[in-house]
């Protein structure tokens, strides 16, 4: 074990400096590997036989047979590298979703250097694969799952680009980092008491926020406020840009606080947030969130429900 554990070390410290991390990789010569398939074995062993066979029976004609076949496989060889090197991989956009489930990644493809490349197959360590083919000027993408092992960021592994087009004699493939990750959730643990403040305790003040139901007013428009809030009447008349504020009753409001879920280690009041979470989104109950480093102002909707996923996705994470 020890001795096996020390060659998966030094092959992927080779691989490391044969292709290091990069968010966008084109394959090459140096990133490419080709060795004969199954097919491509039986398909020598019987060149083999009839050069063999030529031989001992003094048959000419059976061994310009196998001469030809040779010179088939080599001119297989050329095409399956050529059908895999010259593709441009650029790492995408990333799904996330909760611990112990699946998350998924997105591949782009491009032809980067004009040629088509047809059937190339795709797969993470341990996710489902995909086939794709990209024609010159085209740009594709691909989205494979990965397992999300435990919370946090997750890399999976090198990627495994393979083909073996166009005769199948050959697989050329290539293990490339696109240094992508995922983002894995807290698993929700339902349970316990809502670890909440607010409410009663903020009786009759009243609190700007956008989104809500009572007008209070213009301010001017900032950059990342959100299109839906921009008063565009005023804009069409004046030229220009304010950002409409509304306010709500404190009281109704609840804080989802780290602190008050005491007697627990962090991975379960992480788990037993991220299940608050998404029963304040089912209540339809404005929420914010308080853990330690991290503070969500009170909000309601996709946006924000991802927003605190993520914030207790990251919670110990540089």
């Excluded at 996330?96 to 591949?107: H, I, N, P, Q, Y």
């Excluded at 493809?109 to 490349?117: E, R, V, W």
């Excluded at 996710?127 to 691909?142: H, T």
Aim: hydrophobic share 40%; glycine share 12%; net charge positive.
């Amino acid at each position: 074990m020890a001795i096996r554990e020390r060659a998966r070390q030094l092959y992927a410290r080779w691989l490391n400096r044969r292709l290091p991390p990069a968010r966008s990789q084109q394959l090459n010569q140096r990133s490419v590997f080709i060795f004969p398939s199954s097919y491509g074995f039986l398909y020598l062993l019987i060149v083999v036989s009839l050069f063999i066979g030529g031989i001992n029976y003094e048959n000419n004609l059976i061994m310009a047979l196998a001469f030809l076949l040779v010179s088939l496989f080599v001119v297989a060889i050329l095409h399956t590298f050529r059908n895999l090197s010259g593709v441009e991989i650029r790492a995408g956009g990333y799904e996330s979703g909760f611990a112990g489930d699946r998350g998924s990644l997105e591949v782009v493809l491009t032809a980067a250097d004009g040629h088509p490349h047809r059937a190339l197959e795709f797969r993470w360590p341990g996710g489902q694969g995909g086939e794709l083919s990209v024609e010159p000027g085209e740009e594709k993408s691909l989205w494979l799952t990965v397992p999300l092992s435990r919370r946090g960021r997750i890399h999976p592994g090198r990627l495994l680009v393979r083909s073996t087009w166009p005769l199948g004699w050959l697989r050329a493939w290539s293990l490339v980092d696109l240094d992508h990750r995922c983002l894995a959730w807290p698993r929700p643990l339902p349970g316990g008491d809502c670890p909440s403040g607010g409410g009663d305790e903020t009786e009759g003040r009243r609190i700007r926020v956008q989104g809500s139901d009572d007008f209070q007013g213009l301010r001017g428009y900032v950059s990342g406020d959100s299109p839906r809030l921009v008063d565009w009447k005023a804009y069409a008349r004046s030229g220009d840009l304010y950002t409409k504020l509304f306010a709500d009753p404190a009281e109704g409001w609840l804080w989802l606080e780290w602190e008050r879920m005491t007697g627990q280690d962090a991975e379960t009041r992480l788990a037993r947030l991220s299940w608050w979470v998404l029963e304040m989104e089912r209540r339809r109950r404005r929420y914010g969130l308080r853990i330690p480093g991290t503070e969500l102002a009170p909000s309601l909707g996709v946006d924000h429900r991802r927003e605190a996923l993520d914030s207790l996705a990251l919670y110990g994470e540089s």
